[in-house]
């Protein structure tokens, strides 16, 4: 009833994927409760420790989001500074976009049927 | 505006309603309908308008009384649909009634106002509500333009 | 209750017209008296919509004739083809409806408490009930010319509420982009029916199919249908008015939006399939449709990544999952004249397009009115400034990452449910569409951790200690999507089956669409 | 409808009207002048309909007083008259529109008054 693909390689059940869910969980619970068990609240134990260092106040130890993945976007530079000047927010270059898919639809369609 | 335009605008005013009435209750027989009728009126409020200036013409049209007539419009147009729903949404159930009842010759003919039905009602309907709309709307407009706000 | 289900299809635009009337006089009466209309008004209507779609599957389409002298009298005596306005509800339609339906619900119970401290609520009210009839209009209408109407009445609602909040600039400037774009679009959807109106002297959809050539002037008109359709669902190279107003509308108002762009989806479906069909160039006009797709969900993540507001990030994520469904509705179309293909991967493809696009509007919506909660309490939708909302907001927090996981395909949610049937059908077709559509789907669950660490996650900043969880109607609000959409993760075989199938079978059948509005001519 | 170029005049005239309309809204960075062109391309599709419903011998379909004859259907007529109250609707709501952003921001220019990009 709930399997929705079969295709002779592979299916999709969410019964099936959340019993074999529980049962990886069930599995990890077990190593977990063989660990250390001592652990007591309110102590340097449960405290930030930066090797040794100062910890710095919330405001300057959160990771915000303009500075996640910088990584990323240093690699794809030249496919973002491309992109982002597509991005003008102008109203007109919204109408120029539209005019530019109707005209190229248009043409394509032309094309195929003069190929035909 | 000088003292002749405000006379002239407040005498015309008159002959605009006439009009735009007009227009809007024989919408079922001649060109015409709410919406122009409506719209008639609504530029007798822009000729006010121009002749006395949005500060003045905001004390006399108030803001809520426009709404409620703008709703009721609309209100009478969707009950009058909503009464056709014995048989069908829309249904003209008024045909051979009392009211509107009359059916008219097919062909040319003089024209005669009691006919069509539920389709007087609506322009009627219709011509309150965009009489009120516009209006407020221009007048919104007209206020804006000159740096108030409508009232709330 | 057959006679209400008869007239049903009507009543479900009527009454959120009548009550939009009728939210004005009653608000000056009383507030309460007000939303507790509106609210029970638009449950009627989902129940109607759901009573609607059960007879609808059950019994076959649905035709309703305005104004005749039996709701089925599509063609009048001594006339051969319909004159009157005609609503034809099938399979899609219904689906469409029941999107709808839930989102309308949703969004008011939201705006209860939302948009309490704003003024002019009564005129918030009306707009949002007309903009929901002009949506149901657009899904429900038999006809090509009240599809336009009900498309500018969508647009006009849509862009006044956008701008609703008068204070602030950037939301001014989302109304006019909104209605400028509306404008252009229905302008030319319009000059296209005229187009098709020159030839055929025919406004009905079926009608026209029966009397389709697809001549030259059919091909213009095809083209400015897509393109004008494509523009208002969001379709990348004209998707840039969709991050512009879903982030500045109030967000009950955004999730409509969503369902208003579904609207123009289901109008683009409606007329590809169903108008014109299997007379059009089908691989060409499949493949326009696949591109539109696949450089959506390409550029839409891509920009989604980079996105420092939270609505903003939502915004083009909703861009990328708006490709999905064009590929997998492309690869219907591509391959519906063969009908081989079609029964292997054809209708699994519109079957995984029109899941998603459900699940779309629930997950979309349920990030979407978590964002509206953020912005309700801080002030700021930048995620710059967010951090540590999850030690106080603990229901929002678990909202969110429900719609992230959901929306980036993480099983057993339902995104996955739909992405996999959408993935399967293509790689038939043509591999490098899954490779790229698994590719983006990674990429979007990069966007969703980046949003949820940076504003949830964290040491909890000082400037937010004082700030407490979302009044309950909001969070009630946002349990309904959260419900909907674990129950599409867990049982996606029972709404394929209910809903999906029924939908595609519709879609994918012209001849009993032709028949139910012309009848059994030959 | 006749085979002749002034038989198809109008429908040329609505097309140069489109292009008028679509040339000010890509090239005319003035929001007034934008809106406009939304009216001009309004105005151009107005046009082609009622184009379509020309009827030569035809009599308009208001039958008070009217000469005998055959009448003509008016549905594009009354799809004309559909499309003027939406675009009355339309115009009214963005001139309000612009005229908050023109408070808001203070310009008037659609590449300065802009403040979402990217």
């Given at each position: 009833m709930t399997l929705i693909v079969e295709s002779g390689y592979e299916f999709w059940n969410p019964i099936i994927w959340l019993i074999t869910f529980a049962v990886v969980m069930v599995i990890v619970y077990f190593f977990r409760k063989r660990g250390e068990a001592k652990y007591k609240k309110g102590e340097d134990q449960t405290q930030i420790f930066l090797c040794g260092e100062e910890v710095p106040v919330a405001e300057q130890r959160h990771v915000r989001g303009g500075n996640a993945y910088w990584g990323f976007f240093e690699t794809l530079k030249e496919y973002y500074d491309g992109i982002v000047r597509l991005h003008t927010g102008v109203v007109n270059d919204y109408v120029v976009w539209f005019v530019a898919v109707t005209a190229i639809s248009a043409i394509i369609l032309l094309i195929a049927e003069l190929v035909r | 505006?000088?003292?002749?335009?405000?006379?002239?605008?407040?005498?015309?005013?008159?002959?605009?309603?006439?009009?735009?009435?007009?227009?809007?209750?024989?919408?079922?027989?001649?060109?015409?309908?709410?919406?122009?009728?409506?719209?008639?009126?609504?530029?007798?409020?822009?000729?006010?308008?121009?002749?006395?200036?949005?500060?003045?013409?905001?004390?006399?049209?108030?803001?809520?009384?426009?709404?409620?007539?703008?709703?009721?419009?609309?209100?009478?147009?969707?009950?009058?649909?909503?009464?056709?729903?014995?048989?069908?949404?829309?249904?003209?159930?008024?045909?051979?009634?009392?009211?509107?009842?009359?059916?008219?010759?097919?062909?040319?003919?003089?024209?005669?106002?009691?006919?069509?039905?539920?389709?007087?009602?609506?322009?009627?309907?219709?011509?309150?509500?965009?009489?009120?709309?516009l209006s407020a709307a221009v007048l919104a407009l007209a206020l804006f333009s000159s740096g108030e706000e409508m009232e709330e | 209750m057959a006679t209400l289900i008869e007239h049903s299809s009507i009543l479900i635009i009527a009454v959120p017209l009548l009550i939009a009337f009728l939210t004005p006089l009653i608000g000056m009466a009383s507030k309460k008296a007000r939303n507790s209309v509106v609210v029970v008004g638009l449950a009627f209507v989902a129940f109607l919509v759901f009573a609607l779609a059960r007879d609808v599957i059950?019994?076959?389409?649905?035709?309703?004739?305005?104004?005749?002298?039996?709701?089925?009298?599509?063609?009048?005596?001594?006339?051969?083809?319909?004159?009157?306005?005609?609503?034809?509800?099938?399979?899609?339609?219904?689906?469409?409806?029941?999107?709808?339906?839930?989102?309308?619900?949703?969004?008011?119970?939201?705006?209860?408490?939302?948009?309490?401290?704003?003024?002019?609520?009564?005129?918030?009210?009306?707009?949002?009930?007309?903009?929901?009839?002009?949506?149901?209009?657009?899904?429900?209408?038999?006809?090509?010319?009240?599809?336009?109407?009900?498309?500018?009445?969508?647009?006009?609602?849509?862009?006044?509420?956008?701008?609703?909040?008068?204070?602030?600039?950037?939301?001014?400037?989302?109304?006019?982009?909104?209605?400028?774009?509306?404008?252009?679009?229905?302008?030319?959807?319009?000059?296209?029916?005229?187009?098709?109106?020159?030839?055929y002297n025919l406004l009905n959809i079926g009608a026209l199919a029966a009397a389709m050539q697809y001549t030259m002037l059919d091909r213009i008109a095809l083209v400015i249908l897509i393109a004008a359709f494509a523009m208002k669902l969001g379709g990348v190279p004209m998707h840039m008015w969709i991050s512009d107003t879903y982030s500045v509308a109030p967000v009950s108002i955004t999730v409509l939006l969503i369902t208003a762009s579904q609207a123009s989806m289901y109008a683009?479906?409606?007329?590809?399939?169903?108008?014109?069909?299997?007379?059009?160039?089908?691989?060409?006009?499949?493949?326009?449709?696949?591109?539109?797709?696949?450089?959506?969900?390409?550029?839409?993540?891509?920009?989604?990544?980079?996105?420092?507001?939270?609505?903003?990030?939502?915004?083009?994520?909703?861009?990328?999952?708006?490709?999905?469904?064009?590929?997998?509705?492309?690869?219907?179309?591509?391959?519906?004249?063969?009908?081989?293909?079609?029964?292997?991967?054809?209708?699994?493809?519109?079957?995984?397009?029109?899941?998603?696009?459900?699940?779309?509007?629930?997950?979309?919506?349920?990030?979407?009115?978590?964002?509206?909660?953020?912005?309700?309490?801080?002030?700021?939708?930048?995620?710059?400034?967010?951090?540590?909302?999850?030690?106080?907001?603990?229901?929002?927090?678990?909202?969110?990452?429900?719609g992230a996981l959901a929306s980036s395909g993480l099983p057993p949610f339902n995104g996955f449910a739909s992405k996999i049937l959408i993935y399967e059908s293509v790689y038939q077709f043509n591999p490098i569409l899954t490779i790229i559509g698994i590719l983006v789907s990674i990429i979007t669950l990069a966007v969703f951790i980046k949003a949820f660490f940076s504003a949830f996650t964290g040491a909890l900043l000082p400037k937010y200690e004082d700030i407490k969880e979302v009044p309950k109607t909001m969070i009630a609000a946002m349990t309904i999507f959260a419900v909907f959409i674990i129950i599409f993760g867990l049982f996606p075989g029972l709404i394929l089956d209910w809903i999906v199938r029924p939908a595609t079978d519709a879609l994918v059948d012209q001849a009993s669409y032709i028949n139910a509005i012309m009848g059994a001519i030959p | 409808m006749t085979e002749t170029l002034s038989g198809n005049f109008p429908l040329v005239a609505a097309v140069v009207l489109m292009g008028i309309g679509l040339y000010i809204l890509i090239f005319r960075r003035n929001l007034i002048k934008i809106v406009m062109g939304i009216t001009i391309l309004s105005s151009s599709v107005n046009l082609f309909l009622v184009t379509l419903g020309y009827r030569a011998g035809g009599i308009a379909p208001i039958y008070t007083d009217a000469p005998e004859g055959p009448m003509v259907l008016p549905v594009v007529q009354a799809l004309t008259l559909t499309n003027i109250v939406i675009a009355v609707a339309t115009s009214a709501l963005i001139l309000s529109l612009v005229i908050r952003i023109y408070r808001h921001t203070g310009s008037l220019d659609s590449k300065k008054s802009r403040r979402m990009k990217g």
């Open positions: - | 505006m000088s003292k002749i335009v405000r006379t002239v605008a407040n005498q015309l005013m008159l002959f605009v309603l006439v009009f735009g009435l007009y227009v809007i209750i024989h919408g079922h027989v001649t060109p015409g309908g709410g919406f122009q009728g409506g719209a008639i009126i609504a530029s007798g409020v822009v000729m006010l308008i121009v002749a006395f200036g949005s500060g003045h013409i905001k004390k006399s049209l108030r803001e809520r009384r426009l709404s409620v007539v703008e709703s009721s419009g609309a209100l009478l147009f969707i009950l009058v649909a909503f009464a056709g729903i014995g048989t069908v949404f829309f249904f003209n159930f008024l045909v051979g009634s009392r009211i509107f009842g009359g059916i008219p010759p097919t062909g040319p003919n003089p024209g005669d106002v009691w006919t069509g039905g539920v389709i007087p009602l609506m322009n009627l309907a219709v011509g309150l509500k965009v009489m009120a709309g | 059950l019994n076959g389409i649905h035709i309703y004739t305005l104004g005749a002298t039996s709701p089925s009298l599509a063609i009048p005596e001594g006339t051969m083809v319909p004159v009157r306005i005609i609503l034809e509800v099938d399979g899609v339609s219904v689906f469409m409806g029941i999107v709808v339906a839930i989102v309308s619900l949703v969004a008011v119970i939201y705006s209860l408490s939302a948009m309490k401290g704003e003024t002019g609520q009564n005129r918030f009210y009306t707009l949002l009930l007309l903009m929901v009839a002009g949506t149901f209009g657009m899904v429900f209408t038999g006809d090509l010319f009240n599809l336009f109407v009900f498309l500018e009445i969508t647009s006009i609602s849509g862009a006044a509420l956008i701008a609703f909040r008068t204070k602030f600039a950037d939301s001014q400037e989302g109304g006019f982009k909104y209605i400028v774009v509306s404008a252009i679009a229905s302008l030319m959807v319009l000059f296209a029916i005229s187009l098709l109106y020159a030839q683009l479906m409606r007329i590809c399939f169903i108008l014109y069909g299997v007379t059009l160039d089908l691989a060409v006009v499949g493949w326009i449709v696949i591109a539109i797709g696949i450089l959506g969900m390409f550029i839409g993540v891509t920009m989604a990544v980079r996105q420092t507001d939270i609505t903003r990030l939502i915004a083009y994520n909703c861009v990328c999952e708006a490709g999905f469904m064009l590929i997998g509705l492309g690869v219907g179309l591509a391959v519906l004249g063969d009908r081989t293909d079609l029964g292997t991967f054809g209708t699994t493809a519109i079957n995984g397009a029109i899941f998603h696009m459900i699940n779309h509007a629930l997950f979309e919506g349920l990030l979407f009115l978590v964002a509206g909660a953020i912005f309700y309490r801080i002030g700021t939708r930048d995620l710059n400034q967010m951090g540590g909302l999850g030690h106080t907001m603990k229901f929002t927090a678990g909202f969110f990452l429900l | -």
